[in-house]
């Protein structure tokens, strides 16, 4: 059974950091890409980063020096590190399987996490 399941979300002031985590189960990082998502109150779902099986890495340019992409392959588990968080990166935060290359429409989500960046 194929699960995606988001953590490490909360609330932090501006210029703080989260590490969030997505724990695969199903199947493995090594077929797969997966794609980190939010969704602030009033707008729609964007992607913020994709780490292919290769290991490269694509991210939006709002996050770009900020967010860091990660995955650890014994865990079957993928880390977006976030610095210097601001408070338009509040947003629930999703974790989602895409095809390899990152491209296409998520077949697979995660529950969610809310990131909360206010003083």
Not at 18 to 36: K, M, P
Not at 37 to 59: D, H, L, M, N, W
Not at 76 to 101: G, I, S, W
């Amino acid at each position: 059974q194929v699960q995606l399941v988001e953590s490490g979300g909360g609330l932090v002031q501006p210029g703080g950091s989260l590490r969030l985590s997505c724990a695969a189960s199903g199947f493995t990082l090594d077929v797969y890409a997966i794609n980190w998502f939010r969704q602030a109150p009033g707008k729609e779902r964007e992607r913020v980063s994709c780490i292919r099986p290769s290991g490269s890495t694509v991210y939006e340019d709002s996050v770009k020096g900020r967010f860091t992409i990660s995955r650890d392959n014994s865990k079957n588990t993928v880390y977006l590190q976030m610095n210097n968080l601001k408070p338009e990166d509040t947003a629930v935060y999703y974790c989602a399987r895409t095809a390899r290359d990152c491209s296409g429409q998520p077949n697979f989500w995660g529950q969610g996490t809310q990131v909360t960046v206010s003083s």
